[in-house]
């Protein structure tokens, strides 16, 4: 469960969260060998996860632990501790020169009407 930890940019071994601690849990959906058949070759030879981000319900508990958590919505989930205190730390990339470019010969066809 270590690698799994390590994917999320941080070592949290020997961190503990408490009850009610925000945290990621990771869980294998489906093995490689049980994937559906029509998906791509390169998809069926990796397993389906899911990662869930919630309230953890257990007093206690440390990455690579199962425990369960209770979601936004919630839902009670079950899976391996992953993260501690998750972020978000996607973007939507650099901007692309070609769509500000086209923006801006939208902008003056706009206002030449």
Do not use: C
Request: hydrophobic residues 35%; aromatic residues 6%.
């Amino acid at each position: 469960m270590q690698e799994i930890a390590s994917l999320q940019g941080q070592d949290n071994s020997g961190e503990y969260a408490h009850k009610d601690d925000w945290v990621e849990i990771w869980q294998e959906i489906l093995t490689s060998g049980e994937r559906a058949p029509q998906i791509p070759s390169d998809t069926q030879a990796v397993p389906l996860e899911m990662r869930v981000r919630g309230f953890l319900l257990e007093e206690r508990a440390q990455a690579g632990e199962k425990v369960r958590i209770k979601t936004r919505i919630g839902r009670e989930v079950k899976g391996r501790l992953v993260d501690l205190s998750p972020s978000y730390a996607h973007s939507f990339g650099r901007p692309q020169l070609e769509l500000l470019q086209i923006r801006e010969e939208m902008r003056t066809l706009l206002r030449d009407q």
